[in-house]
C-alpha cells in the first residue's frame, strides 16, 4: 500500500460517517501516530510504500472508526496545550475550549509560587498544563474516579510534573486544611435531555459520570463547588469555572449567593458563554 492508496481507502470507508474536513484531520493524527510522519510528509512522500504493518494498523483503526469510537481512545492520547496526553474511556477527551481555559489563568495569574486546586481533574489535563505553565505552582488535583486518577498519574509522569491527585467527591468532602490561590473545575455540566442533540462517538463511548447531570438538578456540582471555593479561596484568590451555556445566568447566581464577587462571564471561541471567574474577597 502506498500513502496515495491509504489516504483513499480511508476516504472511501470513513465518508458515510464523517465530513471531509473531519477525515482529512483523521489522516494526518493517524499518520503521525503510526509513522511518525508530519503533514508535509504525506504530500512529499504521496506515492512512497508503506511498511506492511500499516496495513493491518490501518484497516483496524478504520474498523473502530466506523462504529464510532473517538480517535483519541483508538490511538490512546489526544493533544491538549501543546502535550500529548494518555486518554482512556475512564477519561473525557480534552477539549479545545478547556484550552482556553487554561490560557486564562495562565495570562491572569503571573505571580509564582501559587497554590491551585483542579476539583475533577479526569485525565489530568488542566492540573498538569497549570502545572507546567505557572510560575513554581503547587497543584493538587482531585476526581472521584480511581481509573481516572490512575490515567491522570501517568500522564504527569510522562510529562515529568509534579502534582498531588486525591480521590475525592465533590459532592461529600469537607474543604481541606490548605487554602487556594486558584480554585478551578469542568465538572459535569450537560443535562439528559440534552443528549438527544449529541454525536455517537461521545454518547457511546466518553464517561456518562464525567458528562451528565439530573434535568431537574443542572446546578449539582456547581453548588458544592461554590461552597467549597468560599471556603477554600485565599482572601483574593480566584474561582474559574467551564460551564453550560445555557446557563450562566443560574451559576453566577449560585457564585453570588456563596458571598463570592466580581463575577464575569467569558465568551469561548465560537462566541458562546463558556467560562465564568468569581473572586474572594473579605469585607
Known amino acids: ?65 466506523k462504529q464510532h469510537e473517538p480517535l483519541q481512545y483508538i490511538l490512546g492520547k489526544a493533544r491538549f496545550h501543546g502535550h500529548s496526553f494518555a486518554v482512556t474511556p475512564a477519561t473525557l477527551i480534552p477539549r479545545p475550549e478547556t484550552e482556553q481555559l487554561v490560557d486564562m489563568i495562565v495570562d491572569e495569574n503571573p505571580g509564582s509560587d501559587l497554590a491551585v486546586l483542579d476539583i475533577g481533574t479526569g485525565s489530568g489535563c488542566i492540573a498538569i498544563s497549570l ?18 486518577l490512575a490515567v491522570a498519574r501517568q500522564n504527569a509522569t510522562a510529562l515529568k510534573t509534579r502534582v498531588k491527585f486525591i480521590e475525592q467527591d465533590i459532592l461529600t468532602c469537607r474543604p481541606p486544611s490548605e487554602v487556594w490561590d486558584i480554585i478551578v473545575s469542568n465538572p459535569p455540566y450537560i443535562t439528559e435531555q440534552e443528549k438527544a442533540a449529541m454525536e455517537r462517538n461521545v454518547l457511546d463511548y466518553e464517561p456518562h459520570s464525567a458528562l451528565f447531570v439530573p434535568n431537574d438538578d443542572p446546578m449539582l456540582f456547581y453548588r458544592p463547588i461554590a461552597a467549597y471555593a468560599s471556603r477554600s479561596l485565599k482572601n483574593g484568590g480566584r474561582l474559574y ?37 468569581a473572586t474572594k474577597t473579605l469585607s
Open 1 to 65: 500500500m502506498t500513502t496515495r492508496e491509504a489516504i483513499l481507502q480511508l476516504r472511501s470507508e470513513l465518508s458515510g460517517c464523517y465530513d471531509s474536513r473531519e477525515i482529512e484531520g483523521m489522516t494526518r493524527i493517524i499518520f503521525e501516530d503510526v509513522l511518525l510522519w508530519q503533514p508535509v510528509d504525506i504530500v512529499m512522500r504521496d506515492g512512497e510504500q508503506l511498511p506492511e504493518f500499516f496495513d493491518s494498523r490501518l484497516a483496524s483503526i478504520i474498523a473502530r472508526l
Open 131 to 148: 502545572a507546567r505553565a505557572l510560575k513554581f505552582a503547587q497543584v493538587s488535583a482531585t476526581d472521584i474516579s480511581p481509573d481516572a
Open 241 to 277: 469555572l467551564e460551564i453550560n451555556r445555557a446557563m450562566a445566568q443560574q451559576v453566577s447566581d449560585i457564585l453570588r449567593q456563596a458571598g463570592l464577587s466580581n463575577i464575569h462571564i467569558h465568551n469561548d471561541f465560537n462566541g458562546n458563554n463558556r467560562f465564568i471567574t
